[in-house]
C-alpha cells in the first residue's frame, strides 16, 4: 500500500493551491483520511481529515480557507486551499487508516509529503 500526495508548489499570500492524495494498492478498506503538515522547526500539526461517512474536521488555523473532500472509488482525497498565508507553508502529508486485503484490522500508513510554500 502507498499513498501518493501531489500538488505543492510556490504560491504567493492570498492564493490556491490544491492537494491530491491517492491510496494505491492492495486495499479492502479506507477509514479516515487526512492531512497532516509540518513547518520547519515545529510538530506535525493536524490540518483536516475525512472519514469514509463523509464527515470532516479542521484544525482551527485552516476552518474556513480550507476544504477536504474525498473520492472513496478512487480511494483518493483532496485540500483545497484558499487564502493561504506564510504560516501555512510546510511539508505536506497524507494518512489514511487501511484495511488491506489478506490482513486483519486497520493500519495507518503515510505519504512521502508535498511542499508547500507561501511568500508573503
Known amino acids: 500500500v502507498q499513498l501518493q500526495a501531489s500538488g505543492g508548489g510556490l504560491v504567493r499570500a492570498g492564493g490556491s493551491l490544491r492537494l491530491s492524495c491517492a491510496a494505491t494498492g492492495s486495499i479492502f478498506s479506507i477509514r479516515t483520511m487526512s492531512w497532516y503538515r509540518q513547518a520547519p522547526g515545529k510538530q506535525r500539526e493536524f490540518v483536516a481529515s475525512?472519514?469514509?461517512?463523509?464527515?470532516?474536521d479542521y484544525a482551527d488555523s485552516v476552518k474556513g480557507r480550507f476544504t477536504i473532500s474525498r473520492d472513496n472509488a478512487r480511494d483518493t482525497i483532496f485540500l483545497q486551499m484558499n487564502t493561504l498565508k506564510p504560516e501555512d507553508a510546510g511539508v505536506y502529508y497524507c494518512t489514511a487508516d487501511i484495511h488491506q486485503h489478506g490482513r486483519s484490522g486497520f493500519e495507518p500508513y503515510w505519504g512521502q509529503g508535498t511542499l508547500v510554500t507561501v511568500s508573503s
Open positions: 475525512a472519514t469514509i461517512r463523509g464527515d470532516f
